[in-house]
């Protein structure tokens, strides 16, 4: 049976790693700040939580991320530079980041994983459920997971998970899923989640991508967990803990942090956090763009005719 949850307002997109996959650009440059196209790749996820109706954005950063900061805030030179040269339309391009949400940040300090830079985030989440965006994870506008995601927290309770099939090949890349079916065709329960299984003990190929959202008991939970996979406090433990606990669970008190769901999505995503596919990701956003796209599209069928 259904029952109504707390609306989530909240959104905390954790942004304190040193994209060592991407030296040297990252030596003096946050990987969130790498641009896709014209924007970075950060401003993307911010849309996508505004455009989910959380304007309430905490960032959890780290040393050498202040230009995520200045990103997000106003650059009055600027600003008045373009304005005098009549340029409005990037003047708001500019202002545009600016006025996205209110943006608060937090500083981790150790890099002791996902699990604890969410836990940064408790002081300001405060008892409310709220949703996690990765920002190696951009999700297509055209297709609103966190959207979905948090109707299906709304309509259950508890956490819910994003969720796509991956090769067997590729599960080890991810957390991994075990489900089990609902009456929702796009919605699983899950029984169990594993970090970066090998394949030969992967549950399933559903893997978990950059997107959750979380009830506040996960808190407790990682308030508790142990270091896990590379000696890092991992997110998918305190899920695992959170559904074993559901399942197995005789009273209402005992069940307070709610079941875990996934939600399988099948829409279009573009990683970012690998350099290929952060390629394949400018690529494909640039031949969609309407401003770009057509010469965009005509250079690249040329190049592939001639160099290829």
Known sequence: ??????????????????????????????????PVVDKPAIQYVVEEAVSAGLD?????????????????DRNYELESALEKKGDGERLAKVQESSDLASIH???????K?????????????GSE???????????????????????????????VIALMEVAPEQIHLYGCAAVETTGDGDVVQVTGLVEKPDAAQAPSNYAIIGRYVLDPHIFD????????RGGEIQLT???????????????DEQRAGGPVHGVVFKGRR???????????????????????????????QRYVAEEM
């Open 221 to 228: 939970i990682l308030r508790k967990t142990e270091p896990g």
């Open 237 to 251: 433990d305190a899920l695992q803990h959170l559904a074993e606990a559901y399942a197995s669970a005789t009273t």
């Open 113 to 125: 994983g996902l699990g604890h830079a969410v836990l940064c985030a408790a002081p300001h989440v």
């Open 56 to 72: 309430d954005v905490l960032m959890v950063t780290g040393r050498n991320k202040r230009p995520l900061e200045d990103h997000f």
């Open 129 to 159: 459920p709220f949703a996690v965006l990765l920002g190696d994870d951009l999700i297509d506008p055209r297709d609103p997971l966190l959207q979905r995601m948090i109707e299906v927290q709304e309509t259950y309770g508890g956490s």
């Open 270 to 300: 573009y990683d970012t956090g690998d350099r290929g596919d952060y390629l394949r990701a400018i690529v494909r956003l640039a031949c969609e763009r309407e401003d770009l796209g057509p010469d965009f599209r005509a250079w690249l």
């Open 1 to 34: 049976m259904t029952q109504a949850h707390p609306r989530i307002s909240k959104a905390v997109i954790p942004a304190a790693g040193l994209g060592t996959r991407f030296l040297p650009a990252t030596k003096a440059t946050p990987k969130e700040m790498l």
């Open 105 to 111: 940040y937090v500083r981790q300090g150790d890099p």
